[in-house]
């Protein structure tokens, strides 16, 4: 009934060594991905372009951003971490043009400017989870990311984000914040809602030990990408390492003004303009405007539980304005609330003790690229808008700006 | 993919490794019931559970009361579980529509609720086997007398999910040699089994699956290259996957001492339809031959029986597959052709014998011919029937 033993092992592999090598294989790996998060492997790192970021399948650690950081500041630097979404990572700007090359240069070499923006990412995303992480090392760190009137985020970060904060929880570089204990917790129990959740908090918990991503990531950057993603379907592209792609970010200031606002989505794009403040105000008696009570309570426990404590001074929020194209067709009264909005937002922010600006009041149709995302000339406006905003802050946290 | 999960390889290294730490071999045993209920309970829920404890404990003790008709009932009851988690809705759609749609709706909404939203885990693998289970009992075999093997029988982790599909006899014998003292030739072949499984799962299969899917939409557009191309990557696609999996499944096993029945030898290299369905899946159509296809008669009865019996069999492979038409017609079609491999000799005229002359000179002209025939069924069986057909046909057609 039993079937019959196969033939012993050839002798290259006899049991004993196989197991020998199996176990010594995995410390060696262990050791290297640990050795591995300590480098910079990505030389000519300004953002994380589309084939270095999630939506090409490819999922930087904390501990590969960290490296980035290290290799682009010095100790005696004030370190300007970028994070935020796709209006900060610069998409529509050419990498040469990009925003903060140019706020890097504005900022002078007292400071030094890293993007870790994402597309998508909210506050408390990839830039927000490296700062915090490197808070001991690096203690004159300012954190800029940008989000809109009465938005704060989820202190465990955006959904598509989060196993980034899994990652730095795990490795132990996160200061303990019950509100983030709690969404977290939330979200591994209710693997209702999130199917993958138990298993990507797992992955992360087995990766502060092994550091398997790191391993993997930098094999796949340097020598050999191994899974195609939605951007490199052609196999000839798929496992071609990803540091041999360039970052070819398209040029909003090639497309003519008129092909940038598109009649077909004329409608939609209105539509989210004028409900960006809709919601949080209520017409009052007397024809002024007055705070939709429930909804702006909502947003100050959001924003006092977006960070901790000790890292909301630090923290510079920036509000983002829509393209003046679309906000100019709304009627005066709309545009007047979401001046409103835009004024008690930041009222919020700084009552909690961040650091708060907003920016595009006076930006044209032309610095942006469509609604949302800005032009290299938006880009550079933006700069020259957040350059003084940084060196305030950095005044205020009595960090050395001149040498 | 449960073999591809974390969980699942802390959870197995784990097993592994206090398994062999307990000194004697019936609490290994017993660890080793834990474990898979363990498995069983976290990967199926506890309302997933319910289904194969209640079936469990009815074959068990169908088992061992040895009475014939305890036995067949038994069997209807497993086998009417099985058509009802699985192919309920199927088969209202398919024999109660075309009588009258507002019975088949009525009876769609109430079959709705009582179902799960997905079937319960490795349900068409532990129906089948209890079915052979007791039906061996049935021919005078003799059944599990303790229920922790029992239970060890039905749920064994490595073999639960996606097979290979069990023989009693051989499961227990295996289980009973190999936990009793631990074997570094087990460990060896085990991991080895398992490195293989993982490579051709994770980097074979799972990059194919991608370029499937992105590339399936594009089929009209693409040159006759790249539509030969992509039917090659579906059917290596299948291959590595599925057999991946069995690797898996066979290598954990051996870790535990455990040796399974082997699920696949290069099927690609099969020189006829027979040798491939010898070579593929062959614990499943071990089993088809045994408990459907012989049963009914097998060849016993002439060559017009001998067909029918072969197209009924292979049309509840293909359906045991899924509940879909287009699973159905894949069996049928493999069916079809077993028939004409078995026949074709007996064509008249001398044409049949000239044939298999040819055939029997020139044996890559018969792999050629059967890697054709298989490689189109796996459009039959992956896309609904027009497209698969719409889709063989432009692979001869510029």
């Given at each position: 009934?039993?079937?019959?033993?196969?033939?012993?092992?050839?002798?290259?592999?006899?049991?004993?060594?196989?197991?020998?090598?199996?176990?010594?294989?995995?410390?060696?790996?262990?050791?290297?991905?640990?050795?591995?998060?300590?480098?910079?492997?990505?030389?000519?790192?300004f953002?994380?372009?589309?084939?270095?970021?999630?939506?090409?399948?490819?999922?930087?650690?904390?501990?590969?951003m960290?490296?980035?950081?290290?290799?682009?500041?010095?100790?005696?630097?004030?370190?300007?971490?970028?994070?935020?979404?796709s209006?900060?990572?610069?998409?529509?700007?050419p990498?040469?043009?990009?925003?903060?090359?140019?706020?890097?240069?504005?900022?002078?070499?007292?400071?030094?400017?890293?993007?870790?923006?994402?597309?998508g990412?909210?506050?408390?995303?990839?830039?927000?989870?490296?700062?915090?992480?490197?808070r001991?090392?690096?203690?004159?760190?300012?954190?800029?990311?940008n989000?809109?009137p009465?938005?704060?985020?989820?202190?465990g970060?955006?959904?598509?984000?989060?196993?980034?904060?899994?990652?730095?929880?795990?490795?132990g570089?996160?200061?303990?914040?019950?509100?983030?204990?709690?969404?977290?917790?939330?979200?591994?129990n209710?693997?209702?809602?999130?199917?993958?959740?138990?298993?990507?908090?797992?992955?992360?918990?087995l990766?502060a030990?092994?550091?398997?991503?790191?391993?993997?990531?930098?094999?796949?950057?340097?020598?050999?990408?191994?899974?195609?993603?939605?951007?490199?379907?052609?196999p000839?592209?798929?496992?071609?390492?990803?540091?041999?792609?360039s970052?070819?970010?398209?040029?909003?200031?090639?497309?003519?003004?008129?092909?940038?606002?598109?009649?077909?989505?004329?409608?939609?794009?209105?539509?989210i303009t004028?409900?960006?403040?809709?919601?949080?105000?209520?017409?009052?008696?007397d024809?002024?405007?007055?705070?939709?009570a429930?909804?702006?309570?909502?947003?100050?426990?959001?924003?006092?539980?977006?960070?901790?404590?000790?890292?909301?001074?630090?923290?510079?929020?920036?509000?983002?304005?829509?393209?003046?194209?679309?906000?100019?067709?709304?009627?005066?009264?709309?545009?007047?609330?979401?001046?409103?909005?835009?004024?008690?937002?930041?009222?919020?922010?700084?009552?909690?003790?961040?650091?708060?600006?907003?920016?595009?009041?006076?930006?044209?149709?032309?610095?942006?690229?469509?609604?949302?995302?800005?032009?290299?000339?938006?880009?550079?406006?933006?700069?020259?808008?957040?350059?003084p905003?940084?060196?305030?802050?950095?005044?205020?946290?009595?960090?050395?700006?001149?040498? | 993919?449960?073999?591809?999960?974390y969980?699942?390889?802390?959870?197995?290294?784990?097993?592994?490794?206090?398994?062999w730490?307990?000194p004697?071999?019936?609490?290994?045993?017993?660890?080793l019931?834990?474990?898979?209920?363990?498995?069983?309970t976290?990967?199926?829920?506890?309302?997933?559970?319910?289904?194969?404890?209640?079936?469990?404990?009815?074959?068990?003790?169908?088992?061992?009361?040895?009475?014939?008709?305890?036995?067949?009932?038994?069997?209807?009851?497993?086998?009417?579980?099985?058509?009802?988690?699985?192919?309920?809705?199927?088969?209202?759609?398919?024999?109660?529509?075309p009588?009258?749609?507002?019975?088949?709706?009525?009876?769609s909404?109430?079959?709705?609720?009582?179902?799960?939203?997905?079937?319960?885990?490795?349900?068409?693998?532990?129906?089948?086997?209890?079915?052979?289970?007791?039906?061996?009992?049935?021919?005078?075999?003799?059944?599990?007398?303790?229920?922790?093997?029992?239970?060890l029988?039905?749920i064994?982790?490595?073999s639960?999910?996606?097979?290979?599909?069990?023989?009693?006899g051989?499961?227990?014998?295996?289980?009973?040699?190999?936990?009793?003292?631990?074997?570094?030739?087990?460990?060896?072949?085990?991991?080895?089994?398992?490195?293989?499984?993982?490579?051709?799962?994770?980097?074979?299969?799972?990059?194919?699956?991608?370029?499937?899917?992105?590339?399936?939409?594009?089929?009209?557009?693409?040159?006759?290259?790249?539509?030969?191309?992509?039917?090659?990557?579906?059917?290596?696609?299948?291959?590595?996957?599925?057999?991946?999996?069995?690797?898996?499944?066979?290598?954990?096993a051996?870790?535990?001492?455990?040796?399974?029945?082997?699920?696949?030898?290069?099927?690609?290299?099969?020189?006829?339809?027979?040798?491939?369905?010898?070579?593929?899946?062959?614990?499943?159509?071990?089993?088809?031959?045994?408990?459907?296809?012989?049963?009914?008669?097998?060849?016993?009865?002439?060559?017009?029986?001998?067909?029918?019996?072969?197209?009924?069999?292979?049309?509840?492979?293909?359906?045991?597959?899924?509940?879909?038409?287009?699973?159905?017609?894949?069996?049928i079609?493999?069916?079809?052709?077993?028939?004409?491999?078995?026949?074709y000799?007996?064509?008249?005229?001398?044409?049949?014998?000239?044939?298999?002359?040819?055939?029997?000179?020139?044996?890559?002209?018969?792999?050629?011919?059967?890697?054709?025939?298989?490689?189109?069924?796996?459009?039959?069986f992956?896309?609904p029937?027009?497209?698969?057909?719409?889709?063989?046909?432009?692979?001869?057609?510029?």
């Open positions: 009934m039993i079937p019959p033993r196969p033939s012993a092992p050839p002798s290259l592999y006899r049991p004993c060594t196989l197991l020998v090598g199996f176990v010594m294989g995995l410390l060696v790996l262990m050791w290297f991905g640990r050795e591995m998060s300590k480098h910079d492997w990505h030389h000519d790192f953002r994380f372009h589309p084939l270095i970021a999630p939506e090409s399948n490819y999922q930087p650690t904390v501990a590969e960290r490296a980035i950081v290290r290799a682009r500041c010095r100790p005696d630097q004030i370190l300007v971490i970028i994070g935020g979404n209006i900060f990572q610069g998409v529509g700007q990498v040469e043009k990009l925003w903060t090359r140019h706020l890097q240069q504005l900022l002078g070499d007292r400071f030094a400017v890293v993007n870790l923006a994402f597309r990412s909210g506050l408390t995303d990839g830039g927000a989870v490296v700062a915090e992480s490197l001991d090392e690096f203690p004159r760190q300012i954190y800029v990311a989000t809109l009465f938005n704060g985020a989820s202190p970060g955006s959904h598509d984000y989060r196993f980034m904060v899994l990652d730095a929880l795990h490795k570089w996160l200061l303990d914040h019950p509100p983030r204990n709690a969404v977290i917790d939330d979200y591994i209710r693997s209702d809602v999130y199917p993958r959740s138990r298993e990507l908090n797992l992955s992360a918990r990766d030990w092994l550091y398997f991503r790191e391993t993997w990531n930098w094999w796949s950057c340097t020598y050999f990408f191994t899974f195609p993603g939605p951007l490199t379907t052609n000839e592209r798929a496992f071609r390492p990803r540091n041999h792609f970052d070819q970010e398209n040029d909003f200031e090639t497309i003519p003004t008129s092909r940038r606002f598109r009649p077909e989505v004329h409608a939609i794009e209105m539509n004028k409900n960006l403040s809709a919601m949080y105000y209520l017409p009052g008696p024809g002024r405007w007055e705070k939709n429930f909804e702006f309570s909502q947003f100050q426990k959001i924003a006092r539980e977006t960070f901790p404590d000790a890292l909301k001074a630090r923290t510079l929020v920036v509000l983002s304005r829509n393209n003046p194209y679309y906000t100019r067709q709304m009627s005066p009264v709309e545009q007047e609330r979401d001046e409103l909005a835009y004024r008690d937002s930041l009222d919020v922010w700084h009552s909690l003790g961040y650091a708060a600006a907003d920016y595009g009041n006076n930006f044209q149709p032309d610095d942006f690229g469509d609604r949302t995302h800005l032009t290299t000339r938006g880009g550079r406006k933006l700069a020259e808008q957040l350059a905003e940084i060196r305030s802050l950095a005044i205020k946290l009595n960090f050395p700006i001149a040498d | 993919m449960i073999f591809t999960t969980w699942f390889l802390i959870f197995a290294a784990l097993t592994v490794l206090v398994y730490l307990i004697r071999p019936a609490f290994r045993l017993w660890f019931g834990g474990a898979c209920a363990l498995f069983h976290h990967f199926a829920g506890p309302a997933g559970v319910l289904p194969i404890l209640v079936l469990m404990a009815i074959t068990y003790a169908a088992g061992r009361s040895r009475h014939r008709g305890w036995c067949l009932a038994a069997m209807a009851l497993c086998i009417l579980t099985l058509c009802f988690y699985k192919y309920a809705l199927f088969l209202i759609g398919a024999a109660v529509q009588l009258s749609p507002t019975w088949a709706d009525t009876l909404t109430g079959t709705r609720d009582l179902l799960p939203g997905a079937p319960p885990l490795g349900i068409s693998f532990f129906v089948f086997e209890f079915v052979h289970y007791l039906f061996e009992i049935r021919r005078g075999g003799e059944p599990i007398r303790s229920p922790l093997r029992f239970v029988f039905s064994f982790f490595p639960l999910v996606a097979g290979p599909i069990k023989r009693y051989q499961f227990m014998g295996s289980l009973d040699e190999g936990c009793r003292r631990f074997s570094t030739d087990d460990l060896a072949c085990g991991l080895r089994r398992i490195g293989i499984g993982y490579f051709k799962k994770v980097i074979i299969a799972d990059n194919l699956t991608f370029f499937i899917d992105q590339n399936q939409p594009h089929f009209d557009a693409m040159g006759l290259s790249g539509r030969w191309l992509f039917v090659i990557a579906v059917a290596l696609r299948i291959l590595m996957d599925f057999s991946g999996y069995s690797d898996i499944a066979i290598g954990f051996r870790l535990l001492g455990v040796r399974l029945p082997e699920n696949f030898n290069w099927p690609y290299l099969a020189r006829n339809l027979q040798e491939f369905w010898q070579r593929w899946h062959i614990s499943l159509s071990l089993w088809i031959r045994d408990y459907i296809y012989i049963p009914l008669g097998g060849s016993r009865h002439g060559i017009p029986r001998r067909l029918l019996n072969g197209l009924i069999a292979f049309g509840l492979c293909g359906l045991w597959h899924g509940a879909a038409w287009n699973f159905i017609a894949w069996g079609y493999h069916g079809v052709g077993l028939s004409v491999c078995a026949t000799r007996q064509l008249p005229g001398g044409v049949g014998k000239t044939l298999g002359r040819i055939l029997d000179k020139e044996p890559l002209s018969g792999l050629v011919l059967t890697q054709l025939y298989v490689w189109l069924g796996w459009l039959v992956f896309y029937l027009p497209t698969a057909v719409k889709m063989i046909r432009q692979l001869f057609v510029a």
